[in-house]
């Protein structure tokens, strides 16, 4: 199979920030025609950090909207949202598809579209179901995450700074959108699909189990960096490098004990405390002592040292790195997802390819279009408009992209 | 469209822990019959915390593995691969597709998959590309998003607790699981998918123009629960109530100034210093000055008093809390997401519907079985054996589940 598995699939995305965004990304990867409608000057994430130092264009924007073809219009007037209507509701099998995370826009709902084509597949992503208001980080509060992360010796709450319900609930609509294009590629019927970032968010800690847990036994106390249930630390080495040990596994566990040279010192504390560190649920009960025992193993060598006895024995570990430490390992070509794209209105910018391999191949990194790039062209395709219509609607201020 | 757009396609799962087990029941709950396949006594996720205090049956398992068929079969030996083999390359449009993460198991590559089907559609999860191992924690250091979380005043990097890229992973699975589908459907091609969690990580940090600004411009600093070039802060009110207050928009800020009275200290402010605070990267550049100005009017009201004036005057915010709070709110039936489920081996559980809504419906949410519960219902059902046969393969050590 090649990489582009949705070649000929048209998306309409009506959508800002993450979500939305990365959903039409994705479906541009993987070989979609993916639309993206802003209004004039840009959705409200047209301009969200970060941005380019010396352009000031938001990186954020241009790394989101890659691969899309980009048609800019006028949704104050009638005569624009009248374009938008048409593009979504265009015929054709392969069409007939919105990604939308418009707010209060009725006349974008789901009975609009459908009125126009009755097998349209709308996924309009919001933030609560009830239609209120919701992003990553108000949600993200509200479900009890913050309560569990950060250091254990203090009562305040911390916020991760990862929009991991946004990347979530994109990567949840673009699952449901296709399923749904299955149904309807056989039976013929439409599919009017919500998502709420506040349910991603919901589902995503009652399926670990989380809310039982609570429920039947209160609420766990945060921990700083060790793993929940299992053994997962953080050591620090002589020169300061910090590495995460996980072991969840037995292989995992052993591994870890001889390369830290503590085997003999385990057997003795488990026979002691009468404790099976075999049991994972053993190893986090105990995990202090456990990793006290481990601590000055990481402490009398330097990080190179660490990483090399580690690795050697097969254990599951990694360094704590920043952004830059990750940009250092793209320069000499240790990640293969990210590669270097010339990105118009900024210049060499790194990009994610599509992290789906097919064959052994990902996805394609292109760069984003400048707002409004395609306007003339999309309408031309795909509704018919001819120059001298394009025309008017430019001088109506109806269209942008000139 | 029902909530079951993928009734009749026949999904085999042979995956543990959070990014496999995920993409599956997603699956299931799109309406997909997930045939779960686990070792004689469960894979290494079975017993993963939290576990119930009363059985001691896992929780995390059961609500990770719900709406599945789940078959036990003793991997050991060559003819309970080979049953696998055969249940992942059964006949017929709607099956032959086949969720792994599988590490060093030859018998169940690509190859060896296709060998038997020819258009198998197969999706490898892994933990690196090179086929090295990782999980969450070890990616989410190595990516730098632990460099970035937590207090500011502290050179601690912070494991943020979610699973985050275990859980994008799962929905990037799925979605390239149907786009292959879609193009099998079509084209009667299979394919050879493979998505590594640390590609997920690593294109997810591009994705947001991180890696970008950190090569032009260094590593930005962990500024505690602020939010990145916006204007989102935490306060907390007079009782200890915390909030997150975010204003992305010109309206979500004007409504925040109105909300807190410091509409006319917010003018002057700017006035003062030339800074435009309708301009989203200017509340950030000044956030600790504003956070200032606001905070005695949420220090001198109580969260009850902070909630009301906060949502009257439409601004976006949330409340800090905790499972147990989530818990509480899911009792009151304000969380339609969640329900309650009688999980045989546990008793009651609180359980999540499918997020996806089709015409306004939740996916459904049914139990988890217990391992190898339908062990022999499939292989009568999928591979036609008959009982004498599975009798013997039982006798033999082949067969889990009774």
């Not at 582009?4 to 939305?20: D, K, N, T, W």
């Not at 203090?154 to 990567?171: E, F, K, Q």
């Not at 010192?265 to 105990?286: C, I, K, N, S």
Request: proline residues 4%.
């Amino acid at each position: 199979m090649s990489t582009r598995p949705l070649a000929g699939l048209r998306i309409v995305e009506f959508a800002s920030f993450v979500a939305g965004p990365s959903a039409g990304m994705t479906l541009a990867q993987l070989g979609a025609d993916v639309i993206r409608i802003d209004p004039i000057g840009g959705a409200a994430d047209f301009h969200r950090w970060p941005v380019s130092r010396e352009t000031g264009a938001s990186l954020y924007w241009s790394a989101l909207n890659r691969g899309k073809r980009s048609v800019e219009l006028n949704l104050r007037e009638p005569q624009g949202r009248e374009l938008v209507l048409a593009l979504a509701t265009a015929p054709g099998p392969d069409a007939g598809i919105v990604v939308d995370n418009a707010v209060g826009r009725e006349w974008l709902s789901y009975p609009a579209l459908a009125q126009r084509r009755a097998d349209v597949i709308r996924m309009h992503i919001g933030g609560k179901s009830d239609g209120g208001p919701a992003v990553d980080y108000t949600v993200n509060t509200e479900v009890g995450i913050t309560a569990l992360t950060g250091p254990a010796d203090t009562d305040t709450p911390v916020n991760h700074v990862l929009p991991a319900w946004d990347l979530i609930a994109g990567m949840t609509a673009t699952t449901g959108l296709l399923a749904a294009l299955r149904h309807r590629d056989r039976t013929g019927e439409g599919a009017d699909l919500a998502l709420a970032l506040a349910d991603v968010a919901l589902a995503g800690v009652a399926n670990m189990g989380w809310l039982t847990e609570a429920r039947e036994q209160g609420d766990r106390p945060r921990h700083g960096n060790y793993m929940y249930g299992t053994f997962g630390v953080d050591f620090v080495a002589a020169d300061g490098d910090r590495v995460m040990v996980v072991a969840l596994t037995g292989r995992q566990w052993q591994a870890l004990c001889a390369a830290t040279g503590v085997a003999d010192a385990v057997a003795a504390v488990g026979a002691a405390l009468a404790a099976d560190f075999a049991d994972e649920a053993q190893r986090y009960a105990h995990r202090e002592v456990l990793a006290a025992l481990m601590r000055p193993w990481f402490a009398a060598r330097s990080g190179a040292e660490v990483a090399e006895g580690l690795t050697a024995a097969g254990v599951l570990w990694s360094r704590y790195r920043t952004l830059s430490d990750v940009v250092a390992d793209v320069e000499v070509g240790r990640a293969a997802v990210i590669t270097e794209v010339d990105q118009p209105g900024i210049g060499p910018v790194l990009s994610a390819r599509g992290p789906l391999r097919a064959s052994g191949e990902y996805g394609p990194s292109t760069a984003a279009v400048g707002l409004g790039h395609h306007t003339d062209e999309v309408l031309a395709e795909v509704l018919g408009l001819d120059a001298a219509e394009l025309g008017r609607l430019h001088d109506a201020g109806i269209l942008g992209g000139r």
